[in-house]
Each structure stands twice: as C-alpha cells, then as structure tokens.
C-alpha cells in the first residue's frame, strides 16, 4: 500500500523559508511524476511544483525563482525548498505521486504572518 507523509510545515515570517519533505513507504522509482500542490481556505487546490522521474521539473508562475522541487529515490523522500515565503503563499501542502493512479499524502500546513 502506498503511503505518503508530508513534514516540515509551520509558521513563517514572510521573506523566510521552509523546506517540505514527502516520505513514500514504497520505492519512488515507480512513480512517473511527483508533485506538490497547496490549497488555500475557500480556493481550489493548485499544482505549485512538479518533477519527474528524469528529474524535469515545472513550476506554478507564482513560485518560480522562489521555490525548488527535488526528490531523492534512495531515501524514497521528495523535497520542497521554499524561499522569499509571501502571506498568499499560506496553504495546505499535498504530496502527490502517480503510478496508474493517484496517490495523496495527508497535507501540511504552511503558515506565513509576522
């Protein structure tokens, strides 16, 4: 059974930064595709970063240069590095992976205020 656990989320001052982290209890090397995407109170759910299992990666406008996704198969553990963290960047992080079907994480909160 796929598991994924997302950590690392918290409060932030804004121009800080956090780094996400998504553990899978299976192999990532299976997965095609691995993402993270956030959702804010009363919003839709939107993809913020993607990155492939040859290791290509898109981002959402509204995080490119300040955020990277990255992703270690031998830990089985895939990143989120958030930088220049904004107030609209607050939300609810997913950790997403793809193998026939879609597999989702429990979600992190992401809290940025002074």
């Known amino acids: 059974q796929v598991q994924l656990v997302e950590s690392g989320g918290g409060l932030v001052q804004p121009g800080g930064s956090l780094r996400l982290s998504c553990a899978a209890s299976v192999s990532m090397f299976r997965f095609k595709n691995m993402g993270w995407y956030r959702q804010a109170p009363g919003k839709q759910r939107e993809l913020v970063a993607r990155?492939?299992?040859?290791?290509?990666?898109n981002y959402a406008d509204s995080v490119k240069g300040r955020f990277t996704i990255s992703r270690d198969n031998a830990k089985n553990t895939m990143y989120l590095q958030m930088n220049s963290l904004k107030p609209e960047d607050t939300a609810v992080y997913y950790c997403n992976a793809n193998f026939i079907q879609d597999y989702w994480g429990q979600g992190t909160q992401v809290t940025v205020s002074s």
């Open positions: 990155i492939t299992s040859g290791d290509i990666t």
